[in-house]
C-alpha cells in the first residue's frame, strides 16, 4: 500500500496543477490518473516469490534507472490466421488487465456493414456472459480501455488482429496491459458467415484480455480463430488469468 500511496500523491500534485489550467476537464483528469496509479501498483505491489535460482539471475538486478515506474513499455500483436500456426498456449507469464474490467469503444465507420457491429457486441455479449471479466460499452473514445474496429487489407493472411500496449516489470517479468486495439478485417471478412464473423470477433477480444494461442484444444483460441466460438476451455483459460 506504500508505494500506492507514494503514487497517489505524485499524481495528485499534478491533477492539481492540471485543474487550475484546465477547470472543465476534472473529471476525466481524475478517471486518467486513477487509472495509471491503478496500473503502475498492480504493475510493482505483487513481485512472485523469488526462489534461490531467481536471485542468482542476472534478470534479478535492481538496476532499473532508465525505466520510467521500473517498467518497460510494451506492444504486442495477436493475429487471427486462415492458415494453422504453431503458438503458445495461456501460460502464467501472460499479460492481464490490473482489474477484471475494461472499458470498450466500438468505433466503425459509418458506411460499414452493420454485421461487424453486431459482431462485436455478440462477441461482448458472449464473454461477458462467462462472468470472469467485466467488458463495459462506453460511448467516449478517449477514456477506453480497448477500441474495436474494422480494417480493409489484403496484403496480410490475418483476418483479424489485436495490438496490445503494455508495462513490463524487468525484475519480475509481470505484464499489466494498459490499451488494446482489435481489428476485424474486412478484406475476409465480407465473405465470412456471420457465425465466422463472430468467432474472429471472440478471438479477437480474448486478446485483449490477455489469452494466447492455443493449439491441443478446441477454442476460440485457436490461430485459425473463425473455426470456434467460446468454449469452456477458454473460460477456464481467463479464470486462471484472473483468479
Excluded at 473529471?27 to 490518473?33: D, F, G, M, V
Excluded at 466503425?108 to 459482431?119: D, G, K, M, Q
Excluded at 485483449?208 to 466460438?229: F, I, R
Aim: hydrophobic letters at 35%.
Amino acid at each position: 500500500m506504500k508505494i500506492s500511496r507514494f503514487i497517489k500523491l505524485i499524481f495528485l500534485g499534478m491533477l492539481l496543477a492540471y485543474f487550475f489550467q484546465n477547470p472543465p476537464d476534472i473529471e476525466y483528469s481524475k478517471q486518467w490518473i486513477s487509472g495509471k496509479v491503478e496500473q503502475v501498483a498492480s504493475l510493482l505491489e505483487a513481485p512472485p516469490k523469488m526462489t534461490p535460482k531467481d536471485k542468482d539471475s542476472p534478470a534479478s538486478s535492481n538496476d532499473n534507472s532508465h525505466l520510467p515506474d521500473s517498467s518497460s513499455a510494451s506492444t504486442t500483436s495477436h493475429d487471427a490466421s486462415s492458415s494453422t500456426t504453431v503458438s503458445d498456449s495461456t501460460s502464467s507469464s501472460a499479460a492481464v488487465w490490473p482489474k477484471k474490467t475494461a472499458r470498450v469503444y466500438v468505433d466503425l465507420p459509418e458506411n460499414i456493414s452493420a454485421s461487424y457491429r453486431s459482431a462485436w457486441e455478440e462477441a461482448l455479449d458472449n464473454w461477458n456472459k462467462a462472468g470472469i471479466f467485466k467488458l463495459v460499452t462506453i460511448t467516449n473514445k478517449d477514456q477506453a480501455d480497448i477500441v474495436l474496429t474494422t480494417e480493409n487489407k489484403s496484403n496480410t493472411p490475418q483476418a483479424g488482429v489485436a495490438e496490445t500496449k503494455m508495462l513490463i516489470n524487468p525484475l519480475t517479468g509481470k505484464k499489466v496491459i494498459t490499451h488494446a486495439v482489435a481489428k476485424l478485417n474486412t478484406y475476409y471478412l465480407d465473405d465470412y458467415s456471420t457465425e465466422r464473423k463472430v468467432n474472429t470477433a471472440e478471438h479477437e477480444l480474448g486478446h485483449t484480455m490477455g489469452l494466447e494461442h492455443t493449439t491441443d484444444h478446441p477454442s476460440v483460441m485457436q490461430p485459425q480463430g473463425s473455426n470456434y466460438g467460446i468454449q469452456q476451455y477458454d473460460v477456464q483459460q481467463l479464470k486462471q488469468l484472473y483468479h
